[in-house]
């Protein structure tokens, strides 16, 4: 078969190659592998009692696991209405209504029936239909997921493809490279001879190196879909459990029992990487994988602004209940007193509702009566108006082209319509780092060999820096973001051409690797002076890896699988210099040199002796190889200070330049890593060889620990070749992006899973770090203290380094000093503990940029939490994998990177993009716009709603405090569904202070959020006022008007109809001219809400005046009020005296205090940038809140330094810039 | 897609074209769903606060004036009555007007201060009556007013919904049982001036609300009478004292049209009313008044509304001169960068 033909070639015994991780899995099972009773003992007993018949359908059934099919949604065809009802009612409002409805139907009610039910059917209709479609979107998510398929093994040793949904736990599946598991896997095979497959758990934990598991030694021999045929075993195990790394469980195959470890189990949504397939049964399927274990539910999340307006209305509703109090007090005394001298309404024959005899149970009652009238007060359509806004808002957010990704096609998503206003408050970005700021793919970019500094391409930073020196010279305020300007597309286009040519669409280039220098390609190296030194860097990094080779059949190309990315950037670098790597054995590595002979290109063949790889803790990886003449070579790449410690006296040559080179490297933000070699006599190494081998088959705890120590004696006399830099390429436009959050005034915080320096090299790539920055780095010492005691010196140490970086950071006097915080993991989990962790925040907020590294999934949480918690502001989180879903989840907004990588921590944000360049835009603004939206909406509500409530209760007062409103119950029915709803949605939906390239021009701006500018108490009871003014002048202004006068020429007077139809009126006019005040953008859908509402009222009259049901406003407007210029006259006048007092206000502030987006309102109404536009440029350059972290400031850092030395070295240097 | 979105895509990515199922997705560009719809808007300029105000003056002062004016012209008697037509000797005057069998006749003298044009209305005014209560105004069914066939409709009008043996009452309710049952006679120079009693109602409610084959049945013929005892062979379309008592007032003071006189008042015309003073405002002590009223194109007379126009026409001017003083004082130029918040911070420092 051509296929498994294929498949064997590629098989090869890792695990011999393997010095150190998979030779301990090999010891802990080769050594005691077979039938084993470790951890059987718990098999089977409480907790682990799962039982799995691998291929064995007929058996599995009848213990009906879960399929794999998945669902997150909240709810389903059944439960969706009494479910969603009742998440409706538990708002606290929405009881409050809902109660009101039902005494409605009661003769309590002052109005009728329908009037109060409809609003709230209304209301909770919509509300409900909004959470069906948020509910139906996430089902066909999961659909999308329940429907990938995946190739199962259906009988006779025949497998097909089936949707993952339909798995069952004791499938067998095969799993192809670059595919998820479709559930959770008992590991049985891979397709190399040892049975070991690589995997990608960024998913999981976020790790992005890649995890070696292995099967069982028994299952090797199921290598093809035809042994399936007959292969049959059980599992028995553990139940499922949300535990990512631990697995207990038995394995019986051929009446054998063997002991089962985490490292043969596959988890759902990790990925097969490097390993052409893998054969699996399914052990837990569905919501009993891990990882399903470990999803939570996610909290509902409200803003900071409707939290305050719940506090608002629970304030007015106090304000309802007293005013009810003081109107049931009156209607009791009323009754008491008064009721039986009014012989018109028949006292004697009064029912309990209006009793003389007993007037404390009328005014109860009468205090349910007066909570249901003046229940204006509270808006009940405030909160669906606020929902559809939102959904509103939440649709441009969809649909903005802006923050569209040509690349995976995803628009941003705010999946939870309710937090739009709160990305306008954000304070602290909390950011993960993989897959979010970089794209886990290396460029190499850089190189020093024999201390001469190889490759012209500029890192963005020198770029940036020569560019402004060359154009501006001294003008600092000349912004550097017009390199940027989007709208710029020559400028972009040069700056990106030049530096990252890699990924860029514009001209096809070689992934990972952007080297530019002509020096050294096309084989001029040749020509170079150590031209030697040149040949043995090439050949290190073509063969001092751990990849493997893979031949596209179609094109001949060759595609390399490393297991970190940095080794396939130098493999590619090494193909370019024309070393192309291109077969692995299991003893040798084949390399194909072109320039090396003359002959042109030739194979080699480097046999492979030893491989010692890398690991954190080594922070190196040696190959000893033997080269066709037999010499043995020994190349060793590592980090610098661990290969410099290493340097044989004669190896030192270059180490001062390199060291320079690698200082500049690390500067701008590369990774390095120096090569060293060490060629070695043959005696002398099978001396080593002997002791290397005795120490690899010792069997015992310290193996480990010899074969370091046995390690250490060959890595040692090196010689320094020179040293890489490789680019962790950033994604696209995160420095910029970075930038400009950082000037909108916002801290950012990096968390990543990775390790230390990785951290502090992309620190150093977007700009959070800088030279110069005084970098405070909190870690645990690793000492071999005895754990109990290691623990106290840890938290003792950890102390004394906050309290010294603290006072560090107390005693800086110069006010450009920027400070770094960068803490370990380990260190963290004691600074996060109770006694320390305000210590910690405290110290962390002084520093400009905080990077957390080795970080845990529930570390992230705890750190979003402490800091949510501690500052006391808005936190935003943004993350791609499954291991940022806490952190998502835990701040105050969660966003999802919608990238490559799965869609866990999509699916528990509550907006995604795919690109963190989005996030710019989407928070300063969206952000600012909905901040604004939202605050003004809220509070012209509780005015619009005051000034007309309140008149119902004046209305009272005269009325006997009987309960009757002035108002027809339609009108008020109307009021706040109908006539003046429209246009405060339009403010909410379409208002906009200044246009969105300004909110980007000037990140200020969105200042004005996260210090609340437009919803303090001062706006709130502001707004509030004016209601009640408004109230007062509508009423007593009407009541005076229409006292007992005839009202026209007939002579007729006014009846309570006609004065609460003109009441009314006046109460349309005066809300709608205030939100008319209130907007500063109208387009022709303002025009039509605001003017329309107005009209609708005057038609609605009209008709409602058609029909007999509208009793004495029958035709109120043609024969009584129309005709009455005293009616037209009343409506100007209070609409002109409600409005006054705000206009006053308005004109004031922006004569006087005006706030920022009035000013640049101003500028551009009058068109001043056009005119002056050095100005305009210069305050777009001050817009900015002064930042000691971002690009702009590291580049202002590199002028000073450029500038020091120009001072010092006079004119004779030159700015090398882009050639 | 329009051309604007095809060229942002080509200018973003080259391989555009070679995905076209991915780009499907891409949101299409129109000025709606980008938020950039053209947008009038609007900046309160000193120009324009200064203008605003002064047009709000220009406007609201000659409004004022004419309003008032037209309020001045306005000439007004009247006479309060509840006191003086109780004979001098009553101490308990509910005890009087409840009592039927003594006559309530009482002669009022009034002296006509200007001269009034006709028409003259006449008006009861009736005060600290709650026809604004609740129990009062529900106390009424609309269907019964118009349709003869819904007589026995009297939902709503408890108490005074059915008769003791049950019939329906037409109209039902307390509204029309309450009825202002007061009367007068003008005269003039022993000449009796007719009161026109037509059209005193809104045209709508006789045509539409009350029906014109309606008539009163089993009114007042319960054991308590209530005001005004209706001729039940007059539809009630024609009964229009009822259609304008129906008409409840907003407030506990009101007056409501009694009738029109169709001739012109001299100054210092003596008018002798003959009034029967039937209707008892004593149990609550409300007071009972009767007006004779001119009436101009604003309605009677209603200086509130004139003197209402003028403050606020001026408090406008005033705070045109205001910001006019404000703006010259502290002037500051429109768009002025130095206003902006990191400008103003770096200045205070």
Known sequence: MARSGRRRRDRMRWSNLYTFSCFRAQHGHAGDAGPSSDGAGAVGGPGFSRVVYCNNAALQKPLKYVTNYITTTKYNIITFFPKAIFEQ??????????????????????????????????????????????????????????????????????????????????????????????????????????????????????????????????????????????????????????????????????????????????????????????????????????????????????????????????????????????????????????????????????????????????????????????????????????????????????????????????????????????????????????????????????????????????????????????????????????????????????????????????????????????????????????????????????????????????????????????????????????????????????????????????????????????????????????????????????????????????????????????????????????????????????????????????????????????????????????????????????????????????????????????????????????????????????????????????????????????????????PDAAFALVIDGKALAFALEDDMKHMFLNLAIECASVICCRVSPKQKALVTRLVKEGIGQTTLAVGDGANDVGMIQEADIGVGISGVEGMQAVMASDFSISQFRFLERLLVVHGHWCYKRIAQMICYFFYKNIAFGLTIFYFEAFAGFSGQSVYDDWFMLLFNVVLTSLPVISLGVFEQDVSSEICLQFPALYQQGPKNLFFDWYRILGWMGNGLYSSLAIFFLNLCIFYDQAIHAGGQTADMAAVGTAMFTCIIWAVNMQIALTMSHFTWIQHLFVWGSITTWYIFILAYGMTLRSRDNYQILLEVLGPAPIYWAATLLVTAACNIPYLIHISYQRSCKPLDHHVIQEIKYLKKDVEDQTMWKRERSKARQKTKIGFTARVDAKIKQIKGKLHKKGPSLTIHTVS | MDSHAAGSSSGGSGDGAAQPRRNSRKPKYSKFTQQELPACKPILTPKWVISVFVLVGVIFVPIGIVSLRASQQVVEIVDRYDDACVPAGVTDKLAYIRNDSIPKACTRNLTITKDMKQPIFVYYQLDNFYQNHRRYVKSRNDVQLRDKSKASETDNCDPEAKTVDGKPIVPCGLIAWSLFNDTYNLIRNNETLSVDKKDISWKSDRDHKFGSHVFPMNFQKGPLQGGKILDSKIPLSEQEDLIVWMRTAALPTFRKLYGRIYVDLKENDTITVQLENNYNTYSFSGKKKLVLSTATWIGGKNDFLGLAYLTVGGICFFLAFAFTLLYLIKPRKMGDNSYLSWNRATLGR
């Open chain 1, 89 to 814: 009612f538990r708002r606290v409002a929405n009881l409050y209504f809902l109660l009101t409805a039902i005494l409605s139907l009661t003769p309590v009610c002052p109005f009728s029936a329908v009037s109060m039910i409809a609003p709230l059917a209304f209301v909770v209709g919509l509300s409900m239909m909004k959470e069906g479609l948020e509910d139906w979107r996430r089902f066909i998510q999961d659909m999308k997921v329940n429907n990938r398929k995946v190739s199962v093994h259906k009988g006779d040793g025949e497998f097909d493809y089936r949707h993952w949904k339909d798995l069952c736990v004791g499938d067998v599946v095969r799993v192809e490279k670059d595919q998820f598991f479709p559930a959770d896997l008992l590991l049985l095979s891979s397709s190399y001879e040892d049975g070991i497959c690589y995997v990608e758990t960024m998913n999981l934990d976020g790790e992005t190196n890649l995890k070696v598991k292995r099967s069982l030694e028994v299952t090797l021999p199921l290598e093809e879909d035809e042994s399936f045929k007959d292969f049959q075993a059980v599992i028995r195990c553990e139940d499922p459990n949300p535990s990512l790394y631990t697995f207990t469980g038995n394995f019986e195959y051929e009446r054998q029992v063997y002991a089962l470890d985490p490292s043969q189990i596959l988890l759902r949504d990790s990925k097969l990487r490097n390993t052409a397939f893998i054969y699996g049964v399914v052990i837990f399927t569905g919501h009993d994988s891990k990882v399903m274990q470990n999803s939570t539910e996610s909290p509902s999340k409200r803003s900071r602004i409707e939290k305050k307006m719940d506090l608002i209305i629970y304030i007015l509703f106090t304000v309802l209940v007293l005013i009810s109090i003081i109107s049931s007090v009156g209607f009791a005394v009323r009754i008491k007193f008064d009721l039986p001298n009014w012989w018109y309404l028949q006292p004697q024959k009064s029912n309990k509702l209006d009793d003389p005899s007993r007037p404390a149970l009328s005014g109860i009652f009468h205090l349910i009566t007066a909570l249901i009238l003046y229940g204006y007060l509270i808006p009940i359509s405030l909160y669906v108006s606020i929902e559809l806004v939102k959904v509103l808002q939440a649709h441009f957010i969809n649909q903005d082209i802006h923050m569209f990704d040509e690349e995976t096609g995803n628009t941003a998503q705010a999946r939870t319509s309710n937090l739009n206003e709160e990305l306008g408050q954000v304070h602290t970005i909390l950011s993960d780092k993989t897959g979010t700021l970089t794209c886990n793919q290396m460029d190499f970019l850089k190189c020093s060999i024999a201390g001469v500094s190889y490759g012209v391409g500029s890192s963005e930073v020198e770029l940036a820096a020569a560019k402004q020196m060359a154009s501006g010279a001294d003008d600092h305020d000349i912004p550097l973001q017009d390199i940027w300007e989007e709208n710029n597309e020559d400028e972009i286009e040069l700056v990106e051409g030049v530096t990252f040519s890699v990924g860029n669409n514009r001209k096809p280039s070689i992934k990972g690797f952007s080297f530019q220098d002509d020096r050294l390609r096309q084989g001029n190296w040749t020509k170079e002076p150590n031209s030697s030194t040149i040949l043995l860097f090439f050949r290190i990094l073509a063969l001092c890896h751990t990849a493997i080779p893979e031949i596209n059949e179609a094109t001949g190309s060759i595609a390399y699988e490393a297991e970190s990315p940095d080794e396939g950037a130098f493999l590619v670098a090494a193909r370019e210099f024309g070393f192309e790597f291109f077969k692995r054995t299991q003893s040798s590595v084949f390399v194909r040199e072109k320039h090396t002979s003359s002959e042109g290109t030739i194979e080699r063949e480097f046999k492979i002796l030893n491989l010692l790889e890398f690991n954190s803790k080594r922070k190196r990886m040696t190959v000893i190889l033997q080269d066709e003449d037999g010499q043995i070579l020994l190349f060793c790449k590592g980090a610098d200070s661990i290969i410099f410690d290493r340097l044989a006296k004669n190896g030192r040559m270059y180490e001062v330049d390199t060291t320079r080179h690698l200082n500049e490297y690390g500067e701008a933000g590369l990774r390095t890593l120096a090569l060293s070699y060490r060629v070695l006599d043959e005696s002398e190494y099978s001396s080593w060889n002997a002791e290397f081998l005795k120490a690899k088959t010792s069997i015992g705890p310290d193996r480990e620990l010899q074969l370091e120590r046995v390690s250490e004696l060959i890595e040692r006399e090196l010689i320094l070749v020179g040293a890489t830099a490789v680019e962790d390429k950033l994604q696209k436009g995160v420095p910029q992006c970075i930038d400009r959050l950082a000037q909108a005034g916002l801290k950012i915080w990096v968390l990543t899973g990775d390790k230390m320096e990785t951290a502090i090299n992309i620190g150093y790539a977007c700009s959070l770090l800088r030279q110069g920055m005084k970098q405070i780095c909190l870690s645990i010492p690793t000492g071999e203290q005895v754990a109990q005691d290691a623990k106290k010196v840890a938290k003792e140490s950890l102390l004394s380094q906050i309290a010294n970086g603290s006072q560090m950071v107390k005693l800086e006097k110069d």
